[in-house]
């Protein structure tokens, strides 16, 4: 799924890689979010995946010229099994949003409910708003993906 938008990589939190991208962000490293924006985009991927077991990663920055196949590079280098993972990849200065999703999680996500996460999230950025609408996207693709059988929620 590819869509042009307005609007660095990340994977899904834990202690120790919370604590070293604090540590990255004073260090005076260029990035574009807070660390309250950082705290909340690992929030939503940590519960997206939690939620359905499906792995959930983002990447911030350029795609290259071939957006897509980049995007699949980076899918299936992003650790972990990549059948049950889904990259949102976003290219702010491209203007373009990738969704790449492995072939378990196709099953779970197809192109239409990305479709539609990737049309929530650009109307945000358009109005300026980047990290709610990576927020409110993956909240979209996790609800489509819903819960795996088995996957107890409380």
Known sequence: ??????????????????????????????????????????????????????????????LGQRTRSRAEQLHATSGGDPAESVLLAVSPGQRVVEVVTGHAAARRLPDRACALAVLSMTNAFAAGDLVGGIVNGLRQLSDQAGHPRGLKTH
């Open 1 to 62: 799924m590819t869509r042009s938008i307005e609007a660095t990589s990340h994977d899904t939190a834990t202690e120790a890689t919370a604590a070293a991208r604090t540590d990255e962000a004073e260090d005076g490293l260029d990035t574009p979010f807070t660390l309250p924006e950082l705290a909340r985009l690992d929030e939503a991927l940590t519960m997206s995946s939690r939620e359905t077991g499906l792995r959930f990663t983002l990447y911030m920055g350029d």
